[in-house]
């Protein structure tokens, strides 16, 4: 995400996350410092406060979900068998009715 976010396209970080862009695509991009201190709380912090607010906004918009990237295995559980964050939120997002598609790199509502 740093690559697409910050060197092809530029979006600033900011605090905008929930803001929807019609017509347009959204990313969750917060300041690095905010999401630092969210995150040394704990995992859930950053979940509870960012990103599970932004996926119900992109799900109550009945949004698709461009990945950036291919949710393998090895990114989804941790070498404990527990989730990643990036596995957490493929696990959200199809139990919230969304598929994989591997031909188009997005999720999708079924």
Known sequence: MQGIIVDQIG??????HLNSKQGGFNVLNVPD???AALMNKGPDFFWNEVNKPF???AIQR???IY???????VLLQKSDGGLTGFGREIQYL????????A???R???R
């Open 11 to 16: 979006i600033p970080k900011s605090f905008g």
């Open 33 to 35: 410092d905010y999401a």
């Open 55 to 57: 996926l119900d906004a």
């Open 62 to 64: 009945g949004d698709d």
């Open 67 to 73: 990945l950036a990237t291919a949710p393998t295995r």
């Open 94 to 101: 199809e139990s919230k009715g969304y598929s994989y598609d």
């Open 103 to 105: 031909a188009t790199g």
């Open 107 to 109: 999720m999708f509502r």
